[in-house]
C-alpha cells in the first residue's frame, strides 16, 4: 500500500522556521513528481512547491519564492520542505502529495494520486 506521511508542522512565532518532511512507504517505484501543497481555513488548496524526484527540477509558487526550499532525499524516501521566515498567512494545513506513475508535476490538487494526511502549521504574529 502506497503511503505519504508529513511531520515536522508546529506553531511557531513569524520569522521563524519549520522543516516538514514526507515519508513514502509501499512504493515500487519513484513517483515521477512530488509537490507540497498548504490549505488555510476557508481558503482553496494552494501549490507551494514541486519536484521532480529523479532530476531535481523544482519549482516554487511566488509566495514563498526565496523562503521555503523543496528538497528531497530519494535514498531514504522522503521529501522536505524547510520554511523559513514564516508569515502568519503561511499557516495552514500542508500536505504532501506523489503523482501517479509518469505523471507530471501539476499546479493543481487533481493532478496528484496519493496525498498525506497533512501537518498543521501556525505562525503567530
Known amino acids: 500500500q502506497e503511503q505519504l506521511v508529513e511531520s515536522g508542522g508546529g506553531s511557531v512565532q513569524a520569522g521563524g522556521a519549520l522543516r516538514l518532511s514526507c515519508a513514502r512507504s509501499?512504493?515500487?517505484?519513484?513517483?515521477?513528481?512530488m509537490a507540497w501543497f498548504r490549505q488555510a481555513p476557508g481558503h482553496e488548496r494552494e501549490w507551494v512547491a514541486h519536484?521532480?524526484?529523479?532530476?531535481?527540477?523544482?519549482r516554487y509558487n511566488d509566495s514563498v519564492k526565496g523562503r521555503f526550499t523543496i528538497t528531497r532525499d530519494n535514498a531514504k524516501n522522503t521529501m522536505f520542505l524547510q520554511m523559513s521566515s514564516l508569515k502568519p498567512e503561511d499557516g495552514g494545513m500542508y500536505y504532501c502529495?506523489?503523482?501517479?506513475?509518469?505523471?507530471?508535476?501539476?499546479?493543481?490538487?487533481?493532478?496528484?494520486?496519493?496525498w498525506g494526511q497533512g501537518t498543521q502549521v501556525t505562525v503567530s504574529s
Open positions: 502529495a506523489a503523482a501517479a506513475v509518469g505523471g507530471a508535476c501539476l499546479r493543481q490538487p487533481l493532478g496528484y494520486a496519493r
Open positions: 519536484i521532480y524526484l529523479a532530476g531535481g527540477t523544482l
Open positions: 509501499g512504493y515500487t517505484y519513484l513517483p515521477n513528481c
